[in-house]
Structures are given as structure tokens and as C-alpha cells.
């Protein structure tokens, strides 16, 4: 079975650019959930995503947003990039929502704000 | 928030040495995943555990639930090179999010 897709792996963006992330999950998952690892912020919660609906929300602000599509692929979008924002975004499938499943990573998508 | 402390942060060890790392809750947790993170990939799930006393093994590691859902404990026997990379603990707040420890760098040299 194949794993969990990322893509691009790597992107250079400028300052107050927009960027849109995509996630394919292992097939017959139907959550996905977005995280952006830093080093100083370790891994952190974005959103997660079940049946095309939003069903959780970390505390970051209204430039992250993403969405699920009817065959449970999910992009996210960032828009007016700032320097902070450099990362690597990380994108996770289960084959239900909520926390208490597991959740099977991607190789994550670097993005680099200059 | 609740947060997830691991420890140690760091580690370097010899081959062929047994390695011990924990992580502490400051709540109940009642499921706990260890991953492991190699440099430019994405973390990788090692063990899962859903019970309080709990003791699962993957090959040469073994994670234990602890008995007061605050602490799981992840060891590694006769380390190994490829055992180098960053090892994570998981589990649900109660807010139904996935969170994180803050990471349990592993070294081995030869």
C-alpha cells in the first residue's frame, strides 16, 4: 500500500506570496491532518480534515487554511507568507478522526520564505 | 495547554548499547504513539499503545503505557547506526488534537 504523498517536497516563496500544499493519503483513509514543524515550535497542530469537513483547528491565524477533496486528498493554502512561516509542513492520514487514531506522516513539504 | 515533556533531550551512545528515553504528561492520556523522525522525512510511526500497564515491542524497541496514563517509556536494545534520528511521543489532549513532546535527539556511533 502506498504511504502518505507530499507535494512539492521543496519550495522557495518571497514575502506576502501565497502557497497552496498538497496531501494525498494512503488509500481507504478518510482524516487528514496538517502540521508545521519548526525547530524552535517542534511540531504543531494545524487542522484536520474528515470527509471534507473541517473537524478540528489549531491556534494558528486565518492565512492557514485548508480543505478536503471528495477522494480525501487535502491541500493547504497559506496566503501573504511571511519570513516566520518557513517550515516543513507536515501532512498526516488516519483512517478515522481524532486524535486517539494513528496517524501515518508524509515526507513533508520545506517551504522556505525569503 | 497540556504539553509533553520528554527526556532525555539528547542522547549519544556507543553501538551496540540499550537506550531508555521517557515522556510526561501533565494530564491523562489515554493513548500514547512514539515516532521517529529521520533528517528530511516525515516522522514515522513506531509503536501504538491504548492501555494503562501496557508493554508492545517493534523488534528491538519496546514502549510501555504507564500505569498512571501521565508517562510512557520507549526503549531501544543493542543500538545500532540507523537508529540515529529523533525520536517523538504523541498522544490526544483533550481537545481531540494530536500533540507532540518536544523530541528525544539519538546519536550511536560506532
Known amino acids: 500500500k502506498a504511504g502518505v504523498t507530499q507535494t512539492p517536497r521543496y519550495l522557495i516563496k518571497t514575502r506576502g506570496q501565497q502557497v497552496t500544499l498538497s496531501c494525498s493519503p494512503i488509500s481507504g483513509h478518510r482524516s487528514v491532518s496538517w502540521y508545521q514543524q519548526t525547530p524552535g515550535q517542534g511540531l504543531q497542530f494545524l487542522f484536520e480534515?474528515?470527509?471534507?469537513?473541517?473537524?478540528n483547528k489549531g491556534n494558528f491565524p486565518g492565512r492557514f487554511s485548508g480543505r478536503q477533496f471528495s477522494n480525501s486528498r487535502s491541500e493547504m493554502n497559506v496566503s501573504t507568507l511571511e519570513l516566520g512561516d518557513s517550515a516543513l509542513y507536515l501532512c498526516?492520514?488516519?483512517?478515522?478522526?481524532?486524535?486517539?487514531?494513528?496517524?501515518?506522516f508524509g515526507p513533508g513539504t520545506r517551504l522556505t520564505v525569503t | 495547554g497540556q504539553q509533553l515533556n520528554q527526556s532525555p533531550q539528547s542522547m549519544f551512545i556507543q553501538e551496540g548499547e540499550d537506550v531508555s528515553m521517557n515522556c510526561t504528561s501533565s494530564s491523562i492520556f489515554n493513548t500514547w504513539l512514539w515516532y521517529k523522525q529521520e533528517p528530511g522525512e516525515g516522522p514515522v510511526l513506531l509503536i501504538a499503545l491504548y492501555k494503562a500497564g501496557e508493554l508492545t515491542s517493534n523488534g528491538r524497541l519496546t514502549a510501555q503505557f504507564g500505569i498512571t496514563r501521565k508517562d510512557s517509556f520507549l526503549n531501544i536494545s543493542a543500538s545500532i547506526p540507523s537508529d540515529v534520528g529523533i525520536y517523538f511521543c504523541?498522544?490526544?489532549?483533550?481537545?481531540?488534537?494530536?500533540?507532540f513532546g518536544t523530541g528525544t535527539r539519538l546519536q550511536v556511533f560506532p
Open positions: 480534515y474528515f470527509s471534507e469537513t473541517q473537524r
Open positions: 498526516a492520514s488516519s483512517i478515522q478522526w481524532g486524535s486517539s487514531y494513528e496517524q501515518y
Open positions: 504523541a498522544g490526544p489532549a483533550d481537545t481531540d488534537k494530536l500533540i
